[in-house]
């Protein structure tokens, strides 16, 4: 246990310094926040530096089984971190509200309980942004640290292709290098994409903040309205492009820039599935929005069609349109989205585009077993065989994923929240969508629930962000023994 406080002192006290960024943005911007950031970014430094120095003897070395406990201490720790910033900078938020912005800032989960952004201090909403930007790069890290441990993330389908230091999937010393490699990457997409928007239009400091909301995937907006504010099909395309090369798998990013390639792309299952399905849904939901009169003609129903669509199915929940007012198959359509379309990998939630493609070929596998039960049928994702172990892996996880989602909207049911709203603010926060249904709706924020409520969400986000498997083996009694 004290080497894992131990480097949760030193995250702590890493995180601090990077709560100096928003006191920087306030002097540049003259909001005046800057000596409560200050105070906030001293506070988790010298929290931070305490702990690691307290906990600095006896060391040992790190094992994989304390990946997990160190994962998920880790993400409370940092939420209430980021928390301070928040509480200091805006007296009416209440530690529960703090809380549950800064859990949805980190998870990329992009949900509010904020109003007024456009009145907000410049620093505080570059703050919230930057949470869904580290949040990101946590994940990234995580999918190839952590993630590997349990057998059911998928990356698996890299070993063998990727060069360097990405074939090793285990905590061991070479994952400094996997992940400066794919910070490096993100932070290129990042610059990509604060560049483009700059040149369609935004401010430098919109660019920035919607850059790193669409990279990281979260829904943090620096307007109520948010992507509607610019009413600029420039800008929506460039987010669009944004959002899907960050719900791609950022190991395949990694293999194409170190090989100067994108034919990596052309045989990745989860590349081709994600595309399939987004293009079809794009056409469909035009397509309805169209017969349906909602748009007076095909191409401004395809707009807002693949900008809506691409947002939401890959988890980032940005929006230009109350997609409420849409037939009612689209907004539930979206929803099923969010949960299969994003990959492994990527800063994106849900269950994962390997996770939906093996269940599929295992699927056919049981019914080609019922015609010829002495049939050799293997089960490949990709050409690639996949053992049984991770078979059975993905289906304990969905089995809980779904029993996670079903007794969380009873917990919300108990506080007397409708069955809609129950249902889809969990399965949008287990996804790490930023909208919901009825109060949490397209243009709404989660403003509205009750304190016990937001905590039901919080809790969703984290065991979402985390794979819910990260969090529950820490309930084990066999996990806690020598």
Not at 2 to 21: E, K
Not at 70 to 90: E, I
Not at 144 to 156: C, T
Not at 462 to 480: D, H, K, Q
Request: proline share 5%.
């Amino acid at each position: 246990m004290l080497p894992v406080a131990n480097v949760l002192g030193w995250l702590l006290a890493t995180f601090g310094l990077a709560c100096l960024l928003p006191v920087g943005c306030s002097l540049i911007m003259g909001d005046g926040e800057w000596p409560r950031l200050l105070l906030a970014a001293a506070l988790n430094i010298g929290a931070g530096l305490a702990l690691a120095a307290i906990t600095s003897r006896p060391r040992r070395e790190l094992k994989p089984r304390d990946g997990f406990l160190l994962v998920t201490l880790g993400w409370l720790l940092l939420t209430a971190a980021g928390a301070l910033p928040l509480l200091l900078t805006l007296p009416s938020l209440s530690f529960t509200g703090g809380f549950f912005e800064s859990m949805s800032g980190l998870t990329t989960t992009g949900s509010t309980v904020l109003n007024g952004l456009d009145a907000l201090p410049p620093s505080v909403n570059f703050w919230r942004h930057c949470l869904e930007w580290f949040g990101g790069l946590g994940i990234i890290v995580m999918a190839l640290a952590v993630l590997p441990l349990l057998g059911i993330g998928g990356m698996q389908l890299y070993k063998g292709q990727a060069p360097g230091p990405v074939k090793d999937e285990r905590l061991a010393p070479r994952i400094t290098a996997t992940a400066r490699s794919l910070w490096f990457v993100y932070a290129l997409l990042t610059a990509a994409g604060i560049v483009s928007l700059r040149v369609c239009g935004m401010s430098w400091f919109d660019a920035i903040c919607h850059a790193f909301s669409a990279v990281g995937l979260g829904g943090f907006s620096t307007h109520d309205r948010s992507i509607a504010y610019f009413n600029s099909p420039a800008i929506e395309l460039v987010l669009a492009v944004l959002m899907v090369i960050a719900s791609l798998n950022f190991a395949r990013h990694f293999i194409a820039l170190r090989r100067l390639s994108i034919e990596g792309y052309k045989h990745d299952p989860e590349v081709k599935g994600i595309f399939a399905i987004l293009s079809v849904s794009v056409l469909g939901i035009a397509t309805l929005l169209a017969w349906h009169g909602v748009y007076p003609d095909f191409m401004t129903a395809l707009r807002h069609s693949a900008f809506t669509v691409i947002s939401q199915a890959t988890t980032s929940g940005l929006t230009t349109q109350d997609y409420q007012q849409w037939p009612v198959f689209a907004p539930y359509w979206m929803l099923f989205l969010s949960c299969i379309v994003c990959s492994t990998g990527s800063t994106g939630g849900g269950i994962k585009m390997f996770r939906t493609l093996l269940l599929a070929r295992q699927a056919g596998r049981e019914l080609k077993l019922l015609i010829h039960p002495s049939a050799m049928a293997p089960v490949r994702v990709g050409g690639r065989t996949i053992p049984d172990s991770v078979g059975h892996a993905v289906l304990a996880f969905i089995f809980l994923y779904f029993m996670t989602v079903v007794m969380l909207t009873f917990a919300m049911l108990l506080t007397g929240l409708d069955f809609d709203s129950s249902f889809t603010a969990v399965v949008t926060s287990i996804n790490n969508t930023a909208h919901g249904f009825g109060p949490p709706g397209a243009v709404h924020n989660f403003h509205s629930l009750t304190s016990v409520q937001i905590w039901v969400c919080a809790a969703a986000m984290l065991l979402g962000r985390l794979e819910i498997f990260s969090v529950l083996v820490l309930f084990r009694r066999a996990y806690w023994r020598k």
